[in-house]
C-alpha cells in the first residue's frame, strides 16, 4: 500500500492532480499484479496535505514510541549548541561588519576567505575563547554547526589576521561611522585608558618590552594596549603600543588619529595613578583634556587646600553630591570638584565603627606582647587608627580616625576642561568604570590573554580580534539590558540536530523557549529556521 498522485486533463487543457491511496494485489484469474484504489484524499493542494497529515497523525497513535523511532530508519547522530552562535551571526551582519570586511579588502589579490575567517575568530572569542589553533581543530570542527567554516583551513586563519592589521585603520573608520548612524551613539564624550597585557617569555622585540605593569607582571615583557569607547561602552577604536610606552606618550597618537571623527571632544579619563604634575602638564601640553582622580597625599595640595575649602555640596542624585574648587589664579589655576556619595558615607562609617571595635578587643588582650604589637601597626586594617606611646603601649589614634571620618564617601577629581560643568565632570569620571569593564571582558571574558603569537602584526591582530568581540557583546548587552555571560547562557538552550534518513541527513533546530525569543526579539534577529539544511 502506498500514496500516488494522478493527474486528469480538462477540457481546457489544464490540467488537476489528485492524491491516492491504493495497494497492490494478486490477481488469479488474471495471474498477474494489479493495483486498486483504496480511497481518494481529494486534489493535491492544500487539503491533499490536510488529509495526509490527518492519516499519519492517526498511524502513529497505533504504533509504539520504538516503531516511530525505528519507521524508515531515522536515526539522530549529533547536535550542537546553536542559539548564541546564531545570535552573533546575525549580530555580525546587522552591525555591516561582514560588508566592511570584505570592501576593504576588494583590491586584494587573494584566495582567502578573509571575512568567513575574521567572523569565526571573532564568534570563538565570544563564545570559547581560545588559540587559533584549537579553535580550527576543536571548536570549528566539532562544536558548532557552521557549514560555511569547512572551506576554512588553518592557514586561513593566520593570513586573514595579517590581511586585518594591513587594513585596521579603514576598517575602523568604515565601522565607525556606520555603527554611529545604526546606534544613534553619543559620542559627545570620547573615553580613552590603557592596560597592559604581559607575556610569559624572556624575550624582547619590538613591541613586547619591560615597562610598568598594570597586572603585577613588571619582570615580564608586555604590551600597551589604549582603547577609546563612547558613554556606553561600544569601543570604537583601539591602539597597541610597545611595553615600555608611558601613558601619556600616547595622547598625540590617540588625538592624531580621532581626527576628523567630528568628535565634541575627546577626554583622557585616568585613576589616581596618573595625577602627578608631571603627568597632567603632558596632558594639557598635548592640547588634550582630562580627567583624573587625585590621591591623598599628606601635605599636598588636595588635602591642604582642596578638602579643607567650606562650602555646600549641590545633590546630583542620590548617591552623588559635588563642590566645585579653585584653587589659584589667572591661567594656571586649578579646578578640582570633590564628589561625596551619602549612602558611602554611611557604609564606610558603619565599618569603621565595627574594626574600631575589633582593635579595643585586641588591645585588651595584647598584654605587651611585641610580635602581636608589630603585627598591628603592620596591619592594613588596624595600623592607620593606631599610634605609639613614649612607654611603648599602643593606643587609638582619635585624631586619625577623626581624620579618616571627613574623608568617608569622597573622591577629588581634577579636569583642565572648562566647558563641562562639577555635575557634567563627575558622571563623567564615573564613567571611566566603563572603559574598565572592557578590560575585564577582553581579559577574563574574551580571554586578551595569553597571547599565542609571536610576531608584532599577529599581536595587533589578536588584540583587534577581541576588540571587534566586545563590539558584538556591548551592542547585546546595551539592546538587553543582560549581561554577555546570562544572554549567551540563555541562548545555549536552542541547539541544532543532525538527523540520519535513508534519503540524507537533516539539520533541525529545536524550537526556540520563551527566554530565548524574547532575546531574539530584543537584539532584533530572527530566530534560526527549523529546518536548516538537508544534504
Not at 570604537?236 to 597618537?253: C, L, Y
Not at 576642561?417 to 563623567?428: P, V
Not at 571574558?445 to 603569537?453: C, I, K
Not at 537533516?506 to 530566530?527: G, M, W
Request: aromatic share 8%; with cysteine; glycine share 6%.
Amino acid at each position: 500500500m502506498y500514496v500516488r498522485t494522478v493527474s486528469r486533463k480538462n477540457k481546457d487543457g489544464s490540467k488537476v492532480h489528485y492524491i491516492q491511496i491504493v495497494e497492490k494485489y494478486w490477481n488469479s484469474e488474471k495471474k498477474a499484479a494489479q493495483t486498486r484504489v483504496v480511497c481518494s484524499l481529494g486534489r493535491a493542494g492544500e487539503d491533499g496535505q490536510k488529509h495526509l497529515r490527518q492519516l499519519v497523525a492517526s498511524i502513529r497513535k497505533r504504533l509504539s514510541l520504538e516503531e516511530i523511532a525505528s519507521l524508515d530508519g531515522w536515526q539522530f547522530e549529533d547536535s550542537w549548541e546553536h542559539g548564541a552562535f546564531h545570535a552573533v551571526s546575525r549580530l555580525w551582519e546587522r552591525l555591516g561588519i561582514r560588508k566592511i570586511l570584505e570592501q576593504a579588502v576588494k583590491g586584494e589579490d587573494r584566495s582567502v576567505p578573509f571575512e568567513r575567517a575574521i567572523f569565526a575568530m571573532v564568534a570563538n572569542r565570544c563564545l570559547a575563547p581560545s588559540s587559533k589553533l584549537c579553535c580550527y581543530e576543536q571548536w570549528l570542527a566539532e562544536d558548532v554547526y557552521f557549514p560555511e567554516g569547512e572551506e576554512l583551513q588553518l592557514h586561513h586563519l593566520y593570513r586573514a589576521m595579517d590581511l586585518l592589521v594591513r587594513h585596521k585603520e579603514e576598517i575602523e573608520d568604515a565601522l565607525y561611522w556606520h555603527i554611529g548612524d545604526l546606534l544613534s551613539l553619543d559620542v559627545d564624550l570620547i573615553f580613552y585608558d590603557t592596560t597592559s597585557v604581559y607575556f610569559e617569555i624572556d624575550d624582547e622585540d619590538d613591541i613586547r618590552k619591560r615597562g610598568h605593569s598594570k597586572e603585577g607582571k613588571g619582570d615580564c615583557p608586555q604590551i600597551v594596549v589604549g582603547l577609546a569607547v563612547t558613554r556606553d561602552g561600544i569601543p570604537v577604536k583601539s591602539w597597541v603600543f610597545p611595553g615600555n610606552t608611558a601613558d601619556v606618550s600616547t595622547i598625540e597618537r590617540v588625538k592624531k588619529d580621532l581626527r576628523g571623527w567630528k568628535l565634541n571632544r575627546c577626554i583622557f579619563v585616568a585613576d589616581a595613578g596618573m595625577s602627578s604634575e608631571e603627568n597632567l602638564h603632558t596632558l594639557s601640553r598635548g592640547g588634550g583634556h582630562y580627567i583624573t582622580a587625585m590621591s591623598y597625599i599628606r601635605g599636598s595640595e588636595v588635602v591642604k587646600e582642596v578638602l579643607s575649602r567650606k562650602g555646600r555640596y549641590s545633590p546630583v542624585a542620590d548617591n552623588l553630591e559635588v563642590k566645585e574648587v579653585w584653587v589659584g589664579e589667572g591661567e594656571r589655576r586649578r579646578r578640582y570638584v570633590i564628589c561625596r556619595n551619602p549612602l558611602e558615607v554611611k557604609r564606610q562609617s558603619g565599618h569603621r565603627e565595627e574594626v574600631l571595635q575589633q582593635l579595643e578587643a585586641e588591645l585588651a588582650t595584647l598584654d605587651g606582647h611585641p610580635r602581636r604589637a608589630c603585627r598591628l601597626i603592620a596591619s592594613r586594617r588596624y595600623g592607620k587608627y593606631l599610634r605609639k606611646l613614649k612607654s611603648g603601649e599602643l593606643r587609638i589614634d582619635r585624631a586619625a580616625v577623626k581624620a579618616h571620618a571627613k574623608r568617608d564617601g569622597l573622591w577629588v577629581i581634577r579636569s583642565n576642561d572648562e566647558t563641562l560643568s562639577a555635575e557634567d565632570l563627575a558622571l563623567a569620571y564615573k564613567q571611566l568604570m566603563r572603559v574598565e569593564e572592557a578590560w575585564r571582558t577582553m581579559k577574563s571574558g574574551l580571554d586578551l590573554r595569553p597571547v599565542y603569537h609571536r610576531t608584532p602584526e599577529r599581536i595587533r591582530a589578536h588584540v583587534y580580534l577581541c576588540v571587534l568581540g566586545l563590539l558584538i557583546e556591548r551592542v547585546a548587552e546595551k539592546a538587553t539590558g543582560q549581561t554577555w555571560r546570562n544572554i549567551r547562557n540563555t541562548l545555549r538552550t536552542q541547539k541544532i540536530g543532525q538527523l540520519f534518513t535513508p534519503n540524507g541527513r537533516v539539520f533541525q533546530a529545536s524550537n526556540p523557549s520563551t527566554e530565548v525569543c524574547k532575546l531574539y526579539k530584543l537584539l532584533k534577529i530572527d530566530p534560526p529556521k527549523n529546518i536548516l539544511s538537508v544534504e
